[in-house]
Protein backbone atom coordinates (compact mmCIF):
# COMPACT_ATOMS: atom_id res chain seq x y z
CA UNK A 1 0.00 0.00 0.00
CA UNK A 2 1.14 3.39 -0.59
CA UNK A 3 1.78 6.17 1.78
CA UNK A 4 -1.32 8.03 3.14
CA UNK A 5 -1.99 11.55 0.83
CA UNK A 6 -1.15 14.50 3.15
CA UNK A 7 -4.26 16.48 3.05
CA UNK A 8 -4.10 19.78 2.15
CA UNK A 9 -4.12 22.38 3.98
CA UNK A 10 -7.95 24.51 4.21
CA UNK A 11 -7.11 27.40 1.67
CA UNK A 12 -9.08 29.20 4.98
CA UNK A 13 -5.77 28.71 6.96
CA UNK A 14 -3.62 29.54 4.18
CA UNK A 15 -5.38 33.49 4.13
CA UNK A 16 -5.09 33.63 7.24
CA UNK A 17 -1.44 33.07 7.81
CA UNK A 18 -0.92 35.68 4.49
CA UNK A 19 -3.24 38.31 6.31
CA UNK A 20 -1.23 37.81 9.45
CA UNK A 21 2.15 38.20 8.17
CA UNK A 22 0.82 41.20 5.86
CA UNK A 23 -0.34 42.71 9.01
CA UNK A 24 2.81 42.19 11.20
CA UNK A 25 5.04 43.42 8.14
CA UNK A 26 2.82 46.75 8.30
CA UNK A 27 3.12 46.79 12.05
CA UNK A 28 6.50 46.74 12.14
CA UNK A 29 7.17 49.17 9.24
CA UNK A 30 5.19 51.16 11.03
CA UNK A 31 6.18 51.14 14.70
CA UNK A 32 9.89 51.65 13.79
CA UNK A 33 9.08 54.34 11.84
CA UNK A 34 6.71 56.64 13.82
CA UNK A 35 6.79 54.75 17.03
CA UNK A 36 3.93 52.81 18.92
CA UNK A 37 2.01 56.15 19.98
CA UNK A 38 1.74 57.48 16.54
CA UNK A 39 0.58 53.78 14.92
CA UNK A 40 -3.13 53.54 15.03
CA UNK A 41 -4.32 50.41 13.79
CA UNK A 42 -6.84 51.95 11.13
CA UNK A 43 -2.80 52.73 9.92
CA UNK A 44 -1.66 49.52 9.79
CA UNK A 45 -4.93 47.67 8.79
CA UNK A 46 -4.24 50.71 5.33
CA UNK A 47 -0.57 49.63 4.97
CA UNK A 48 -1.19 46.39 4.66
CA UNK A 49 -4.03 46.86 2.34
CA UNK A 50 -6.62 45.27 4.79
CA UNK A 51 -9.82 46.32 6.60
CA UNK A 52 -9.62 46.86 10.26
CA UNK A 53 -11.85 44.36 10.82
CA UNK A 54 -8.94 41.83 9.84
CA UNK A 55 -6.87 43.69 12.52
CA UNK A 56 -9.14 42.28 14.97
CA UNK A 57 -9.95 38.80 13.56
CA UNK A 58 -6.39 38.51 14.60
CA UNK A 59 -5.80 40.88 17.70
CA UNK A 60 -7.69 41.86 20.62
CA UNK A 61 -5.78 45.34 20.23
CA UNK A 62 -2.62 47.61 19.41
CA UNK A 63 -0.33 46.48 22.01
CA UNK A 64 -1.17 42.93 21.36
CA UNK A 65 -0.05 43.61 17.98
CA UNK A 66 3.21 45.62 18.99
CA UNK A 67 3.80 42.39 20.57
CA UNK A 68 3.92 40.26 17.87
CA UNK A 69 5.90 43.09 15.85
CA UNK A 70 8.39 42.31 18.68
CA UNK A 71 8.82 38.69 18.40
CA UNK A 72 9.15 38.97 14.89
CA UNK A 73 12.01 41.61 15.24
CA UNK A 74 13.77 39.47 18.28
CA UNK A 75 13.58 36.43 15.97
CA UNK A 76 15.08 38.74 13.19
CA UNK A 77 17.47 39.78 14.96
CA UNK A 78 18.83 36.77 16.79
CA UNK A 79 18.74 35.08 13.17
CA UNK A 80 21.40 37.88 12.20
CA UNK A 81 23.47 37.49 14.73
CA UNK A 82 23.42 33.48 14.04
CA UNK A 83 24.28 33.79 10.57
CA UNK A 84 27.33 36.02 10.89
CA UNK A 85 28.88 33.09 13.33
CA UNK A 86 28.50 30.50 10.66
CA UNK A 87 31.68 29.00 8.86
CA UNK A 88 33.82 31.08 11.95
CA UNK A 89 37.21 29.78 12.01
CA UNK A 90 36.65 28.83 15.41
CA UNK A 91 34.87 29.64 19.04
CA UNK A 92 36.50 32.84 19.55
CA UNK A 93 36.03 34.43 15.97
CA UNK A 94 31.69 33.07 16.55
CA UNK A 95 31.77 34.72 19.72
CA UNK A 96 32.98 38.09 18.32
CA UNK A 97 31.61 37.54 15.03
CA UNK A 98 28.11 36.79 16.78
CA UNK A 99 28.32 39.74 19.09
CA UNK A 100 28.96 42.07 16.68
CA UNK A 101 26.37 41.71 14.30
CA UNK A 102 23.89 41.44 16.81
CA UNK A 103 25.27 45.27 18.45
CA UNK A 104 25.44 46.49 14.87
CA UNK A 105 22.10 45.84 14.11
CA UNK A 106 20.38 47.32 16.71
CA UNK A 107 21.06 50.42 15.13
CA UNK A 108 18.51 49.49 12.50
CA UNK A 109 15.43 52.13 12.79
CA UNK A 110 12.77 49.39 13.16
CA UNK A 111 14.94 47.12 15.47
CA UNK A 112 15.97 50.24 17.73
CA UNK A 113 12.83 52.07 17.70
CA UNK A 114 10.73 48.61 18.67
CA UNK A 115 12.74 46.67 20.51
CA UNK A 116 15.02 49.25 22.43
CA UNK A 117 13.17 52.64 22.78
CA UNK A 118 9.47 51.81 22.87
CA UNK A 119 9.45 48.16 23.60
CA UNK A 120 10.05 48.48 27.57
CA UNK A 121 7.68 51.33 28.18
CA UNK A 122 4.70 49.37 26.27
CA UNK A 123 5.43 45.77 27.22
CA UNK A 124 7.55 45.98 30.29
CA UNK A 125 10.84 45.05 30.89
CA UNK A 126 9.53 41.69 32.30
CA UNK A 127 7.92 40.94 29.11
CA UNK A 128 10.21 41.97 26.94
CA UNK A 129 12.92 39.95 28.90
CA UNK A 130 10.98 36.79 28.23
CA UNK A 131 10.89 37.26 24.44
CA UNK A 132 14.66 37.90 24.70
CA UNK A 133 15.17 34.85 26.10
CA UNK A 134 12.87 33.08 24.11
CA UNK A 135 14.60 33.73 20.82
CA UNK A 136 18.11 34.70 22.23
CA UNK A 137 19.07 32.38 25.08
CA UNK A 138 19.68 29.35 22.84
CA UNK A 139 22.27 31.28 20.46
CA UNK A 140 23.74 32.95 23.85
CA UNK A 141 24.73 29.23 25.39
CA UNK A 142 25.86 27.58 22.28
CA UNK A 143 28.18 30.54 21.60
CA UNK A 144 29.36 30.09 25.45
CA UNK A 145 29.70 26.14 25.55
CA UNK A 146 33.35 26.15 24.21
CA UNK A 147 33.88 28.54 27.03
CA UNK A 148 32.14 28.02 29.94
CA UNK A 149 32.10 24.53 32.61
CA UNK A 150 28.96 22.38 31.58
CA UNK A 151 27.80 23.18 35.64
CA UNK A 152 27.92 27.00 34.85
CA UNK A 153 26.51 26.97 31.19
CA UNK A 154 22.30 28.01 32.42
CA UNK A 155 23.65 30.74 34.88
CA UNK A 156 26.41 32.50 32.23
CA UNK A 157 24.08 31.87 29.59
CA UNK A 158 21.42 34.36 31.14
CA UNK A 159 24.28 36.81 32.63
CA UNK A 160 25.60 37.21 29.16
CA UNK A 161 22.12 37.13 27.82
CA UNK A 162 21.66 40.08 30.19
CA UNK A 163 25.03 41.99 29.17
CA UNK A 164 23.85 41.26 25.81
CA UNK A 165 20.57 43.30 26.19
CA UNK A 166 21.79 46.06 28.18
CA UNK A 167 24.44 46.67 25.77
CA UNK A 168 22.18 46.57 22.74
CA UNK A 169 20.53 49.37 24.61
CA UNK A 170 23.09 51.50 25.24
CA UNK A 171 24.08 51.24 21.77
CA UNK A 172 20.67 51.99 20.44
CA UNK A 173 20.27 55.15 22.39
CA UNK A 174 23.80 56.45 21.60
CA UNK A 175 24.30 59.67 19.86
CA UNK A 176 27.26 57.76 18.59
CA UNK A 177 26.44 53.95 17.94
CA UNK A 178 29.75 53.06 16.14
CA UNK A 179 31.41 54.26 19.04
CA UNK A 180 29.34 52.67 21.47
CA UNK A 181 29.12 49.44 19.90
CA UNK A 182 33.21 49.25 20.03
CA UNK A 183 33.26 49.82 23.71
CA UNK A 184 30.14 47.21 24.55
CA UNK A 185 31.52 44.77 21.83
CA UNK A 186 34.46 44.91 23.71
CA UNK A 187 33.42 44.90 27.26
CA UNK A 188 31.23 41.74 26.73
CA UNK A 189 33.92 39.92 24.80
CA UNK A 190 36.07 41.00 27.59
CA UNK A 191 33.72 39.32 30.14
CA UNK A 192 33.03 36.03 27.68
CA UNK A 193 36.81 35.49 28.27
CA UNK A 194 36.64 35.79 32.06
CA UNK A 195 34.31 32.73 31.94
CA UNK A 196 36.47 30.93 29.98
CA UNK A 197 37.89 27.14 31.02
CA UNK A 198 41.29 28.07 29.68
CA UNK A 199 43.27 28.90 31.88
CA UNK A 200 44.82 33.21 32.33
CA UNK A 201 47.38 32.59 29.93
CA UNK A 202 45.10 31.37 27.32
CA UNK A 203 42.56 34.09 28.26
CA UNK A 204 44.59 36.68 27.31
CA UNK A 205 46.16 35.45 24.21
CA UNK A 206 42.65 35.28 23.14
CA UNK A 207 42.03 38.61 24.05
CA UNK A 208 44.38 39.61 21.98
CA UNK A 209 44.42 37.25 19.21
Do not use: W
Not at 72 to 84: G, I, K, P, Q, Y
Request: charged share 30%; proline share 4%; aromatic share 6%.
Amino acid sequence: MGKPRKEARPRRDEYAERTREALLAAACELFGRAGFSETSLDTIAAKARLTKGAVYHHFKNKREVFRAAYELLAAELVRDAERAGQGAAGPLDKARASTRALLERCTDPRLRRVLFLDGPSVLGGIECREIDRKYALGMVRAVLEPFVQAGEIDVASDLVLGLLIEGSQLVARSKDPAAARARVESAIFRMVLGLSKAGPEARLTAAGA
